[in-house]
């Protein structure tokens, strides 16, 4: 029975290892490769790792408090997810709402979310879906803003994926250039994502139009690509991106097109309020 202390023939081991020029020449390459990827990477000022960027503003600064407007849509719900669902979202920072448009849906159906708990204005909502049905497209909109910062691997929860997985089937999907009259950009236009998924499981046709683009490291873009290639730049020192996306059931693509519109070219002034000073960042 050998009862050698495990130090001594680990000692014994290393010192054997040692003798051998071979692990020798071996170790020593890799101690030079380590060193040298350490001093190549201070030189270059490369970055493995993004830092977190702190939003200017919490996403809940986005006014939503009943009757906040956005031109004609009035915000009608509060912005809360299940610990599971927020778990699976892969963030805390978020904001996730249902907003009316005024100049259609009647005031006493819009005076009827007041004073009313988030599980009652639910279930108003979905009496509100068929009294408005073949209106929705300029009725009801469902409008989300998600910000994800420190990383740098795939974009999260992009629609493809998210209504495909509940069973919805892609039926036109475009990048279109929406013009949103008042935003601060060169041409007044952004580019979107813009999709169509229809219900497979339902008896009746049900659609829901989904537009959705990013702001990433003080920029805009409608390909998640671009937002993975942006994050995983080695000479950015910083990283993040927010998605925004916006919802409306109806089957007129083109009329549900213009209420989202209609209602970016009012909200998203609030919105960029939140995102950080890209270029005011320390040492970029």
Known sequence: ?????????FKKAAIGLFRQPSFLVAFAVLLLAAVGLNAATQFMQLHFKKLSVPLAHSLDTIPMTFPTKFGSWVCVSKDQLTDDIQQELATDQYVMRYYLNTAVVEKSDVAS?????????????????DKYRGRLD?????FAVTYYTGKADTVAHIPERCYTADGYEPTESITERWDLKDKQSPDG???????SFDDQAATAKIRRNVGYFFHVNGGYTSDP???RIAL???????????????????????????AMQEFLTAA?????KCFPNWAALPNR
């Open 189 to 195: 236009n952004l580019d979107v994502r813009y999709i």
């Open 225 to 227: 690509k671009r937002v």
């Open 1 to 9: 029975m050998n009862t050698q202390d495990p130090k001594a023939i």
């Open 268 to 272: 998203l002034p609030d919105i960029e």
């Open 232 to 258: 995983q730049n080695l000479w950015e020192k910083y990283g993040y991106y927010a998605k925004i996306e916006l919802m409306i059931q109806d089957v007129d693509r083109e009329k549900s097109a213009e």
């Open 138 to 142: 300029r009725a009801i909109i469902n």
């Open 113 to 129: 979310f007041e004073g009313k708990d988030n599980h009652e204005r639910m279930t108003i909502l979905a009496k509100l879906r």
